[in-house]
């Protein structure tokens, strides 16, 4: 071997070395977030992390909101845990979302832990702290946002690791904005403003999910499909879009159940 051979050998060899100290690190990272979270509670089927104090009382009634939710959905069960992590500096909801980006509300690891990962947040408000300080969040209490990952959580026990692979988008999020709101969202008016082109209506946009909602509630209020059918057919977005469109103004009614049986 020349020894520009042995020099280039040796150079793979180093990058090799940092690129599985770097995986290491980083699997590390994701299995064992306690570390760099100081405080815990454990109450019901929660254990809760955060890196500032935790006030007991509050955030039980919090958890307590978040299973009134999300018990009304059929994925859901006694036997499930949850784990959440609040960043209350939110660094840490951009690290461990893997998006470098602490402008969400939260992200859910549906491949390896099923860790829930929440921004900046006040149990004893039941409030998240939006990353536009001006943001409507009348509809969306902490409460909300916990049952809403914790959804994406069930949704990938009940049909697969990284649902986001196999599923349409809409879906899992309509999905979990269904539940999260736990019945609490008129169809009729969003059905309005989606038809008048209102920009709360654009996800992309507005950063909502009402548009996957009125899609996902059609199918389960309207067309009386279950969660399991709603899944095995998941349909196209432009196909649920083109469904919702196509129902008159004022439709959609008030009821909003989370679904029935999962199969
Ligand atoms: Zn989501």
């Not at 299995?31 to 006030?55: E, K, M, T």
């Not at 004893?124 to 702290?129: D, E, S, V």
Request: net charge positive; glycine share 8%; aromatic share 12%.
């Amino acid at each position: 071997m020349t020894s520009k051979l042995r020099a280039a050998a040796r150079c793979a060899g180093r990058v090799a070395l940092a690129a599985a100290l770097a995986v290491g690190l980083i699997l590390a990272a994701a299995f064992n977030p306690q570390a760099i979270f100081a405080h815990h509670l454990r109450y019901g089927a929660y254990d809760v992390w955060s890196d500032r104090p935790i006030p007991a009382a509050a955030a039980r009634a919090v958890l307590d909101d978040a299973t009134r939710r999300m018990a009304r959905s059929p994925l859901w069960s006694a036997d499930q845990r949850f784990r959440v992590f609040i960043c209350n500096d939110n660094w840490r909801l951009a690290l461990y979302s893997y998006r470098f980006s602490g402008r969400m509300g939260g992200a859910t690891d549906t491949l390896l832990t099923r860790n829930v990962f929440l921004r900046e947040s006040d149990f004893a408000t039941n409030r998240l702290i939006p990353p536009s300080r001006g943001r409507d969040m009348t509809d969306r209490p902490l409460s909300y946002y916990l049952a809403h990952e914790f959804t994406h959580v069930m949704e990938s026990r009940a049909f697969g690791l990284v649902p986001a692979a196999r599923y349409p988008h809409w879906l899992l999020e309509g999905y979990a904005d269904y539940v999260g709101k736990a019945g609490r969202f008129d169809y009729a008016a969003n059905l309005a403003l989606l038809k008048a082109g209102a920009p709360e209506l654009d996800w992309k946009t507005s950063g909502l999910y009402r548009v996957f909602h009125l899609e996902t509630a059609y199918y389960l209020d309207r067309q009386g499909w279950t969660v399991g059918q709603l899944f095995a057919r998941r349909p196209s977005e432009r196909e649920a879009l083109a469904a919702v469109l196509a129902l008159p103004s004022g439709e959609g009614g008030e009821r909003s159940e989370t679904g029935g049986a999962v199969r």
